[in-house]
């Protein structure tokens, strides 16, 4: 509650004293030494002792020498010293001097408490000399440890009681020797401590009754369009709680040259707290106009014992050379734009927390290579709003401290050019597994919140309402900025507790609406999720929602070419804007760093970049990885490669072909992916080989003579440009004819990859074909695609294992699939006979699941494994590619329409078995799949026989469409005795995970 304060400064001095602010710990000026080296796995040997060389107090300082890695993954040395220590409410401050490496980095660690909990502090850059002063704050939420899976997400607890420092040096020179020098370390005490000392006394408080605006003042009467125009607000008030919009409501209308009438809520900006009262309260509203002209606004102020409100003003907005905010384009919504018409394609990577000077730092980089996109999260140690713990006051009540830094954030971004996507919630916040965070969490009960449950968060009433009200204060504060390019409601909320996705969905569309009601600027909205294809499939209710503007995908994988044209085809079949938000190589810490030249992140950029997406793949690992390794000139070679390339209304179609190279002498497949239009193409040519990170490898070859074919071009003249991936240049170009609608020519030679870019320069007359790439490699596969027919079911289908009801007897020959010997590939084993194995598959549909049926000759039945295992003994396999699409992948795994499914007969506890392989996609397959089986035991037919229905809604993209054409294969593993022969029959092909050697399945009604 706002009170006007009569205050009696009555100053006693009595006793004034002040502790002790600075006690130096260790200078090493013993003898002996007190320090040992920590007995970790993943730590460089090394060896302590007491220098004279490199000194910053006394004359003694700890030498480290660092030996030699012949591994090369050890990262980091670190020592530690035993102590009983209380370091409540203080800092560390220490001295290093760094011989060699540039780039090191130094983090601090204790041991705390009864149990000697071990708690890692984030790290800080090191330069080469001395690095003085050193300085590691205890109470920030800047520790890891395994209690938290080792995130940055806790202060350190037991302050005092510290039973061991460590001091980690990160990122030497691997494989070379070197040394570095501590000196000086000591704790200082963050606040001066004040006994004896009473500086006022404060009369009773009087309480303000009156709801008044006493005065409003404009930042300036000239705004340039898309600039800020701030109003600070002057009032008196009654209220509790200033974040509580029916305890105060401040707003503003504004009306447009063109009569538009805009809302804008207002916000407290700045207080101090002092107990419960705020005292000396700013509240502002800032609004960012859109139009030329004369705007007109009128303030209103409304609490439960009164409203008020202003005469009507003015200010005149200006011309300006801002872009505006960021939409989805008018012109093609697969796209964003600006609101000058002006096109944009996000190109960044994540900078999701840091303090000022890492943002000021890393955006500042980003900005030089023509970087656009960053992704800030609102994490309780960075920019929440609302939590537990120091900084925080609990649910409903925001820190001011932590919307200021959002503040200088928001502004270093548009010094930058960068536009941010804010995360407002992550998903450790309503986890007590995945970086778990719940009993933290304010919305908890224990907590005084609302929640029982983590997932209570998104059915409970009160808890809407108190998220609501963090909605309203961010919108206020933040809603005007133009670098803000969207609201992304949570960061991967599939890791979240009991997550239930029709509820999820309905929580979702709830709150879009009540955004897109209150945000005067209507930013982008959007959310996030994370694990497989298949994972993502399930998010279709959500992503569904016409509010949601965008989808955006999370990959991270050695494979990433793969995976991210996987992700592609999954994600693209919503009409709207997509792209990949959050990519690596892996997600464990060091993952990334084992690939210096950032292998996988120049991947991921050029493959992303030439598939239909509205935004590139913005990689994760700012602090550890990017920045520290330099790698910026992959965002500056594919910024400059980008310049220029409008996709709206291109109708850009994705392609993919194996393209003859020729690599050391050798005739040898690559690939050519890419987009493609009747009239241009952009193209990246790549071996396969050279997207994956590998130690140690040789220098990469030179690559040759590659033949690129593309098919139904427009007839007429062609510019082609070729492209170097690394440097962002054009190192040749040259003019060619098409010849019946294609172009056929080599470009210069390369290493590793290269990108094309062919523009119609003169046309004679439209392409009638599609374009497409051409596959100018042979397939070395020469055995002759078979065939299979599928029809619907005549009447209900009953598993349990009986085919009475499929009748078999009217099945013709197109409707069977025989697996034997002469008619079948033998990829393993020995197949001595039909009796010793081969068997017949059948299947059959409804309008709600797809039927499977095997029936197995088999001299010995063997079922013992379990799960993953059961193809290891008696089992059959089944794959179906659901669109027919298996040329445009690499291999099935990344496929996101291909699935492998394995069934077992009865085992040893009379279950049969089922397992849907765990590529990108077949999660829950074999959880909802219903199967029996029945062992065979006649004279001349012992085998066994599978029958199986598998729901059509969990084989994602299928339709069974008459004359429609998909992809089917089946196998029969073979166990011919306990600790016998393993045999593998293929029915399609010889390698079952390439999906372009499986047998057409048509479909007949």
């Known amino acids: ?57 006394g004359e003694q300082s700890l030498k480290v020498d660092i030996k030699e890695d012949i591994i090369g993954w050890k990262d980091k040395v670190a020592f530690y010293r035993t102590d009983n220590l209380d370091l409540t409410d203080n800092v560390v401050v220490l001295d290093i001097f760094v011989t060699s490496s540039p780039g090191a980095t130094v983090a601090i660690g204790f041991d705390t408490g009864i149990d000697w909990t071990y708690y890692e502090s984030m790290q800080i850059d090191l330069k080469q000399g001395w690095n003085k002063d050193i300085t590691f704050d205890l109470n920030t939420t800047m520790f890891k440890s395994q209690v938290s899976n080792w995130e940055y997400e806790r202060r350190l607890p037991n302050q005092q009681k510290v039973r061991r420092v460590f001091i980690l040096v990160y990122k030497t020179i691997r494989k070379k020797p070197e040394s570095i020098y501590i000196d000086n370390i000591r704790f200082k005490l963050k606040h001066k401590l004040v006994k004896n000392f009473t500086i006022f006394k404060l009369a009773e408080a009087q309480e303000v009754s009156a709801t008044k605006i006493l005065s409003s003042t404009e930042n300036s009467l000239d705004i340039p369009t898309y600039e800020k125009f701030e109003l600070t607000i002057d009032l008196e008030a009654s209220y509790k709680n200033p974040f509580d919009p029916e305890q105060i409501d401040l707003k503003a209308t504004f009306t447009s040259p063109t009569n538009e009438k805009i809302d804008v809520p207002g916000f407290l900006y700045s207080a101090q707290l002092e107990g419960k009262n705020y005292i000396n309260p700013v509240w502002k509203i800032r609004f960012s106009p859109t139009q030329e002209g004369a705007w007109q606004y009128s303030v209103f102020l409304k609490t439960p014992l009164g409203q008020d409100k202003t005469k009507i003003r003015t200010f005149n907005c200006l011309p300006s050379s801002q872009k505006g905010f960021v939409r989805v384009s008018k012109k093609d919504p697969l796209y964003f734009e600006f609101d000058n018409g002006e096109f944009y394609y996000p190109l960044g990577q994540n900078v999701c927390w840091a303090n000022l000077s890492g943002f000021k730092r890393y955006f500042s980089e980003m900005n030089k290579v023509g970087e656009n996109w960053s992704r800030v999260w609102m994490s309780n140690w960075e920019v929440a709003l609302e939590w537990t713990g120091k900084d925080y006051q609990g649910l409903g009540v925001y820190s001011l401290r932590k919307a200021d830094k959002l503040d200088k954030i928001l502004e270093l971004a548009k010094t930058n050019g960068l536009y941010i996507q804010l995360v407002l919630n992550h998903h450790g916040q309503l986890s007590t597994k995945v970086n778990p965070q719940w009993s933290e969490n304010p919305y908890n009960v224990k907590n005084g919140g609302p929640c029982k449950k983590p997932f209570d968060f998104f059915t409970d009433s009160t808890a809407k309402k108190y998220f609501k009200n963090r909605l309203r204060y961010i919108i206020a504060r933040w809603g005007y900025s133009p670098n803000i390019l969207a609201w992304e409601l949570w960061n ?40 497989t294809l298949y994972d993502y499939s399930l998010n279709n209710k959500v992503w569904e929602i016409p509010k949601i503007d965008f989808t955006q995908f999370h990959m991270y994988s050695p494979d990433i070419v793969e995976a991210l044209n996987g992700a592609y085809k999954l994600m693209s079949g919503f009409n709207k804007p997509y792209f990949v938000a959050e990519a690596g190589r892996g997600t464990a810490d060091g993952v990334d760093e084992e690939d210096p030249e950032g292998t996988n992140i120049h991947a991921a950029m050029w493959s992303q970049f030439v598939v239909p997406s509205a935004g590139n793949s913005m990689p994760w690992w700012w602090d550890s990885y990017i920045h520290p390794k330099k790698l910026y000139y992959h965002w500056k070679a594919l910024a400059e490669f980008a310049k220029g390339e409008d996709r709206r209304s291109k109708n850009y179609r994705f392609d993919i072909a194996k393209v003859m190279a020729e690599i050391n002498g050798y005739k040898t497949p690559i690939y050519a992916q890419g987009l493609i239009n009747p009239q241009e193409a952009l193209l990246w040519i790549y071996d396969l080989k050279s997207t994956k990170y590998e130690p140690q490898r040789p220098e990469p070859p030179l690559i040759n003579e590659v033949l690129i074919r593309v ?269 016998g022969t393993w045999n593998h029959i293929i029915w399609s092909g010889q390698k079952e995970d390439d999906a372009t050697q499986w047998a057409w399945l048509e479909v007949k009604r």
């Open 1 to 57: 509650m706002k009170k006007t304060l009569i205050v009696f400064l009555s100053f006693i001095m009595m006793g004034l004293s002040f502790a002790q602010t600075d006690f130096v710990w260790e200078t090493f000026e013993g003898k002996r030494l007190s320090w040992a080296l920590a007995d970790w796995e993943n730590v460089r040997k090394a060896q302590l002792s007491i220098s004279k060389e490199q000194v910053t107090d």
């Open 492 to 531: 991967e909320i599939t890791f979240i507790d009991d997550l239930d996705i029709e509820k999820d969905a309905a929580w979702h569309k709830e709150m879009v609406q009540f955004i897109k009601d209150i945000d005067p600027a209507r930013h982008l909205v959007t959310t996030s999720y994370a694990g």
């Open 711 to 979: 098919d139904g071009m427009d007839e007429g003249k062609y510019i082609i440009e070729f492209w170097d991936t690394y440097r962002g240049e054009v190192i040749g170009s040259k003019e060619i004819k098409s010849q019946n609608n294609g172009l056929e020519f080599k470009p210069p030679s390369f290493k590793k990859d290269l990108a094309l870019k062919i523009k119609l320069k003169e046309q004679k007359s439209e392409s009638k074909k599609q374009p497409r790439l051409i596959s100018t490699a042979p397939s070395k596969f020469s055995h002759s695609l078979k065939k299979m027919v599928i029809k619907k079911a005549k009447g209900p289908i009953k598993i349990d294992g009986d085919l009475g009801d499929w009748s078999l007897n009217k099945f013709n020959e197109e409707q069977r699939a025989f697996i034997g010997q002469g008619d079948s590939f033998v990829n393993r084993g020995d197949i001595a006979n039909n009796s010793d194995c081969s068997g017949r598959f059948y299947l059959l549909f409804d309008d709600i699941n797809l039927y499977f049926a095997a029936v197995v000759q088999d001299d010995v039945v063997i079922g013992k494994q379990r799960g993953i295992d059961i193809w290891r003994d008696d089992a059959v396999e089944f794959w179906i590619d659901t669109k027919g699409e298996a040329s445009e992948f690499n291999n099935m795994p990344f496929n996101p329409n291909c699935y492998q499914i394995n069934f077992a007969p009865t085992g040893k506890d009379s279950k049969p078995q089922v397992y849907a392989y765990r590529n990108y996609n077949a999660r829950f397959v074999a959880d909802i799949a219903k199967v029996a089986s029945k062992i065979l035991t006649e004279s001349k037919k012992s085998g066994y026989l599978i029958e199986a229905s598998i729901p059509i809604e969990t084989l994602y993209g299928l339709k069974l469409d008459e004359g429609k054409s998909l992809r089917v294969n089946f196998s029969i593993c073979d166990k011919d005795s306990d600790g």
